[in-house]
C-alpha cells in the first residue's frame, strides 16, 4: 500500500498531524500499535464507570479550541476547578484571587514562615503573569493570518513585543523549582508541600506557573476520551485510514517504506514519527544507502540519544465506590491534588535503596517498606469524572482515579526481582488505607473494586521510554530536543529525508498543547514541502 503521508503514532500529536493532512485532501495512514488510539488521552469504561486512562483534564493554553474550530469539530466542554488540600486543609482554586487562599493555608500551616510564603507567592503571580503571555491569545498556527486582519493587527502584532519581554524573564527562573525556593526559604517541609507533585527538577517557571493551567483546564463532555473519538471519526470522514494494532518495526528511509510487525509494507511520500523518539532511530533500516552526509547526521543523532531518559512516570488507582458523588462535591472540586501529611518526601529519599554500585537493593522488605512510607506522604492527584459529568459513574456511586509520580527505574527493579504483584497490591492496600485515614473516612466498607496501573503499564500501552508521560527528563545532561519556544518550528527537524516528527518527545518541556502544536507544525511542514 502506498499513501502520500504516513503517521506513527496514535496519540493526540499524530491524530491532529493526520486530521489536518486529511483535510487537506492528502492520502494518509495512522499506524498505532495498540488497539485503541488517543496514547495519553483517552478514557475506557468498567462495570459502567467512565475512567480517563491518561491525562484527567484539557488545557485549551491558546491551542485546543483554536485546533477544533479550524477542523470545524463543535465538541462541549465542562468546568474543571482544580482544588488543592494538605492534611485537613482544601482551598478550591476557580480564579486568580483563590490564590490568596492557598496562600493563607500555608501561612496557617507554616506560620512562622508567613514572610517568605508571600515572597513565594509574589513570583507565583509573576510566573502566571508570563505563561498567560505565552498562551493567552489564540495560536496563530490555527489562525488564518492572511484573511484575518482584524487578529493580526489588533491580537497577535501587540502580543509579539510583550512575548518577547516574557522570555526574556522566564530564563530567569529557568534552575529546579527546589533550587529556586531554596533561596527564599530553607523549609524543606514547605517546599516539599509546594513542589513535590512536579516532576525531578522541573523549572521553577513551569512550577509557579501552574495556577494558570488549573485556571485554564476544561474537562470534555464525556470524558477525555470524546476528543480522540472526535479526531478519529474527522479523519476517517476525510479519507484518512487508520489501522491499530498495527506496531511499525522498521523504517527504510532510502526506499521511503516502513514495515510492521507482521511484515506489512507500507511506501510513504513523507513519513512522521508521533512516536517514542528512541523507537524511530531503532527502527531505521538500509541508511547506508542514504548520501554519507546524511547518515552520518542520522549516526550523530542516534548516538545523542544514547542513555538520555523519559521524564517521570505516574503509578494509579483507580476506584468504584458505593458513595454518591455528591459527598466528595461538598469537599473539592473534580480535579484534586492532595497529600495527607505535613511531612515532605525528603525525608524519605529513593537514594537510600540504592547500594554503593547505584543499583536498587535486593531486600524485599527495605523496597516494601520504602514504597508503603512513600504512599503515605506523596503528593496524589485525585479525578473524579463523575463530578464534571454525572452519566460517567452509576447512580449513587463514584469513580476515583488517583495517581502520584513513580520511578520507572524502581518498578522495573521490583518486577524484575519478582515482587510485582506483590507491589501492585500493596500499593491498591496502602493508598485506600491512606486516604481513608485521612481525606475519605467513608471510603470504609464501600470499596467495590479497584485496580492499579503502573510505570510499566504505561510503558506497555504507549511505548514511551521509561512509562514517560511528558517526554525527556529535565535530569539528563544534554537535553536531546528543542527547548526554546522561539524555535518550536525546528522542533519537528530529523536528519531522516522526509520524516519529520511530532509529540511530547520533540520539544521539553512537552505535554497536550506541545503535542497538538507540534501535530500541527509537522502537517503544515509536510503540505509545503519545506522539510525535505
Known amino acids: 500500500m502506498s499513501f502520500d503521508v504516513i503517521v506513527v503514532g496514535g496519540g493526540i500529536a499524530g491524530l491532529t498531524t493526520a ?35 491518561g491525562i484527567r483534564a484539557l488545557e485549551n493554553s491558546g491551542v485546543l479550541f483554536p485546533m477544533l474550530r479550524q477542523l470545524g469539530i463543535e465538541m462541549e466542554f465542562l468546568d474543571n476547578p482544580v482544588s488543592i488540600g494538605i492534611a485537613d486543609r482544601i482551598v478550591t482554586i476557580r480564579s486568580e484571587e483563590d490564590i490568596a487562599a492557598y496562600q493563607q493555608m500555608l501561612t496557617d500551616l507554616f506560620p512562622e514562615e508567613r514572610e517568605n510564603i508571600a515572597a513565594i507567592v509574589d513570583v507565583v503571580y509573576r510566573s502566571m503573569t508570563y505563561m498567560d503571555v505565552l498562551y493567552g491569545i489564540d495560536n496563530p498556527l490555527f489562525m488564518d493570518l492572511k484573511h484575518d486582519t482584524a487578529y493580526l493587527k489588533e491580537t497577535l502584532l501587540p502580543w509579539l513585543f510583550r512575548y518577547i519581554a516574557a522570555q526574556g524573564k522566564i530564563k530567569r527562573l529557568s534552575e529546579p523549582v527546589e533550587e529556586y525556593l531554596a533561596k527564599i526559604t530553607q523549609n524543606r517541609t514547605l517546599i516539599d508541600m509546594i513542589a513535590q507533585h512536579f516532576f525531578r527538577q522541573t523549572p521553577a517557571s513551569f512550577a509557579l506557573s501552574y495556577f494558570s493551567l488549573y485556571l485554564d483546564y476544561k474537562y470534555p463532555k464525556g470524558g477525555t476520551g470524546a476528543l480522540i473519538d472526535r479526531l478519529w471519526d474527522y479523519i476517517l470522514e476525510h ?69 538520555k531518559e523519559g521524564g517521570d512516570s505516574v503509578l494509579t488507582l483507580y476506584i468504584t465506590a458505593g458513595i454518591d458523588v455528591s459527598y466528595f462535591q461538598s469537599m473539592h472540586g473534580p480535579h484534586f491534588f492532595y497529600t495527607p501529611q505535613k511531612i515532605g518526601l525528603s525525608t524519605l529519599p529513593l537514594s537510600s535503596l540504592r547500594r554503593a554500585d547505584g543499583s536498587f537493593t535486593t531486600d524485599e522488605h527495605a523496597v516494601m517498606d520504602w514504597v508503603k512510607s512513600f504512599l503515605q506522604l506523596t503528593t496524589y492527584e485525585i479525578s473524579i469524572p463523575a463530578m464534571r459529568d454525572a452519566r460517567l459513574a452509576p447512580a449513587g456511586n463514584t469513580g476515583l482515579i488517583i495517581s502520584t509520580l513513580m520511578d520507572h527505574a524502581l518498578v522495573r527493579h521490583i518486577a524484575n526481582q519478582g515482587w510485582y504483584e506483590s507491589f501492585k497490591s500493596l500499593c491498591r492496600d496502602t493508598m485506600i488505607e491512606t486516604l481513608k485515614s485521612s481525606v475519605y473516612p467513608v471510603l470504609e466498607g464501600l470499596v467495590r473494586s479497584a485496580f492499579v496501573s503502573t510505570p510499566l503499564t504505561l510503558e506497555k500501552r504507549t511505548g514511551n521510554t521509561g512509562g514517560a508521560i511528558t517526554g525527556w527528563a529535565f535530569t539528563n545532561d544534554e537535553m536531546p530536543a528543542v527547548s526554546s519556544m522561539p524555535k518550536i518550528a525546528k522542533s519537528i527537524d530529523t536528519p531522516i529525508p522526509h520524516v519529520v516528527q511530532a509529540g511530547q518527545w520533540t520539544y521539553s518541556p512537552a505535554g497536550f498543547p506541545i503535542s497538538i502544536r507540534t501535530g500541527k507544525i509537522a502537517a503544515d511542514a509536510v503540505l509545503s514541502g519545506r522539510r525535505r
Open 239 to 307: 479519507g484518512g485510514t487508520i489501522l491499530t494494532k498495527t506496531s511499525i518495526e522498521g523504517v527504510n528511509p532510502a526506499k521511503r517504506m516502513v514495515y510492521d510487525r507482521q511484515g506489512n509494507t507500507y511506501v510513504y511520500g513523507d513519513l512522521v514519527w508521533a512516536a517514542d523518539s528512541k523507537a524511530l532511530y531503532a527502527a531505521l533500516r538500509g541508511t547506508d544507502a542514504l548520501p554519507k552526509r546524511v547518515a552520518q547526521k542520522i549516526e550523530k543523532r542516534t548516538a545523542l540519544l544514547v542513555g
Open 19 to 53: 486530521a489536518f493532512l486529511s483535510q487537506s485532501g492528502r492520502s494518509v495512514l495512522l499506524c498505532e500499535k495498540e488497539e485503541r488510539v488517543g496514547g495519553l488521552v483517552g478514557s475506557f469504561t468498567r462495570d459502567e464507570f467512565v475512567f480517563d486512562a
